[in-house]
């Protein structure tokens, strides 16, 4: 009945999108940051020291923006729940150039906005357009993409830098190219007087001035963030040692009380709310502690919605009551035999499929409820039955496949394990899981290697800077992880001693004194 509508909307979103939207490539994880550059200089919580609510604002909004993001580049995700944010965004009113003082006294707002997204361009564009950000540079970069050619580069030592405006708007200093702009200007009007003086000797003074910039803005940046923050960092994590021994204490008497295998969360939380969670949890076990015991064995996970998870989880929403969570527990049983025939229906499709084990991926794949992953595993196992594809019994043992919902062509991960579409051709999906068996064997046993290469660098790390904790990021692949470790081992780093290090995209500070750096951390940035 609403058919009628689709010519407007058609209408509305070729008007709203500017042209190269339409045809613009994907964005990677590593460009959406880059591209977001502007919006993270407005609202990182460093700048709102003297505004603590607004910094925790900030910090709990960009630790959910950060959920969204890594969902949005996990292979075979189908749709993401609304996600409100609100963020506190800086400002500078700027005045006439020819003032006296450039910028006045930064000011923030309050920006509001819900990311329904499926893709990283549309969600950054989404994100500067609600804080009135530009996205310029978004769009010379996709232009740059399809329209120029590929040039060889030719490299001069000490290259000079072109800053986005952004970072003069939200740092305060003045722009060394407007000073350029204006001496053009003034070119036309100029006499000469005496001799003539050349356009190279007047803009001496200004290409000097602009080196300055250029070496401070160098300066800002390569000075030794570790050092600079590890006292802030040091600061917060001794303040929250009381709270953390609190946790430790809460989450070992629950675990306790109701025979749990383990209590997770899986969001990064503040220390504090997740001893609030504990604490409400624990109310709830001593008012109904015989119907929270049906979890005996089980793990619960703090997480966006209640459910149990594919990998048989008890998941407890955060934003529901008491009620709803008491009314999960009371279903566990009728969960447990759900889980009982999703794993024999994974054993008749490894049957059917000549022993290859169907796996979830929790890092990879989406977070998907017990309902919504035996009913794509069961349509997947009525194609194969109508299809009858022939493998040879056990022929395919040792290898490993997931399932997806939302892509039509199989392929094969560098970790070994194949990527299989619910509604991809079987008849191709049996020619290309034969030919790439060899490949995937040799894959998985990198994977392993890799692995613990990785467990190794980690334990060596945390004993030469004598670290309390070191650890990544879920999106963080263990590759990522090896070489920032590898590179971490020929630094010194001595005011790491004690802390929690988390490996990471960005550098930061967390509430509870965590430090965060990116796993791609460049010399001198972090260390020099």
């Known amino acids: 009945m609403y058919c009628f509508l689709r010519p407007l909307r058609r209408f509305c979103v070729e008007r709203i999108l500017p042209h190269w939207f339409h045809c613009s490539r994907v964005l990677s994880g590593a460009e959406a940051v880059n591209a977001l550059r502007p919006f993270y200089f407005a609202v990182h919580p460093d700048f709102f020291g003297k505004h603590p609510r607004e910094r925790e604002v900030n910090e709990n909004s960009l630790k959910r923006l950060s959920v969204y993001l890594e969902n949005l580049q996990k292979p075979g995700f189908k749709s993401l729940k609304p996600t409100q944010l609100t963020f506190y965004v800086r400002e500078t009113d700027q005045t006439p150039s020819n003032s006296p003082d450039a910028f006045s006294t930064s000011r923030f707002r309050a920006v509001q906005f819900t990311l329904h997204t499926r893709d990283l361009l549309s969600t950054v564009l989404y994100i500067l357009n609600s804080c009135n950000l530009s996205s310029t540079h978004i769009q010379s970069s996709n232009a740059n993409v399809y329209s120029q050619p590929i040039r060889e580069a030719k490299r001069t030592p000490n290259r000079p830098i072109k800053w986005d405006k952004s970072y003069y708007s939200f740092t305060g200093f003045k722009d060394p190219d407007e000073d350029l702009e204006q001496v053009s200007r003034m070119e036309t009007s100029l006499t000469y007087v005496n001799h003539v003086i050349s356009l190279n000797e007047m803009l001496k003074p200004y290409l000097a001035l602009r080196s300055l910039y250029l070496c401070l803005f160098f300066f800002f940046l390569s000075r030794s963030w570790l050092d600079s923050n590890g006292k802030s960092a040091m600061k917060k994590l001794n303040h929250s040692l009381p709270l953390r021994k609190e946790l430790d204490r809460l989450k070992e008497e629950l675990c306790h009380m109701l025979q749990l295998s383990d209590i997770r969360w899986q969001r990064g939380w503040g220390v504090a709310h997740r001893c609030s969670q504990l604490h409400s949890l ?208 020929e630094q010194s780093l001595p005011y790491l001693q004690g802390m929690h290090l988390c490996i990471s995209h960005f550098y930061s500070v967390m509430q509870d004194g965590d430090l965060c750096i990116p796993w791609n951390w460049k010399n001198g940035e972090a260390t020099k």
């Open 282 to 489: 624990g109310r709830l076990a001593q008012q109904n502690l015989e119907t929270l015991q049906k979890a005996k064995g089980c793990t619960i996970v703090f997480t966006d919605r209640s459910g149990v998870s594919t990998l048989g989880h008890v998941m407890l929403g955060t934003m529901d009551v008491h009620h709803q969570w008491t009314r999960l527990f009371e279903r566990l049983p009728s969960y447990f035999e759900l889980q009982r025939k999703l794993m024999i229906l994974e054993d008749q499709i490894s049957s059917l499929l000549g022993g290859i084990q169907v796996i979830y991926i929790e890092e990879l794949q989406p977070v998907l409820t017990l309902e919504e992953y035996y009913s794509l595993l069961d349509v997947f196992y009525n194609r194969l039955l109508k299809t009858r594809i022939s493998f040879h019994p056990q022929s395919l043992r040792g290898l490993e496949m997931i399932l997806n919902s939302d892509r039509y062509a199989p392929s094969l991960h560098k970790f070994g394990h194949f990527n299989i579409p619910v509604l991809c051709d079987l008849v191709s999906l049996q020619w290309f899981i034969r030919t790439r068996a060899q490949q995937a064997r040799e894959n998985m046993k990198k994977k392993e290697e890799l692995k613990v290469l990785e467990q190794e660098l980690i334990q060596a790390s945390t004993k030469q800077f004598s670290l309390e904790k070191l650890y990544k990021e879920p999106s963080i692949s263990s590759l990522q992880m090896v070489d920032c470790c590898k590179r971490l081992l």
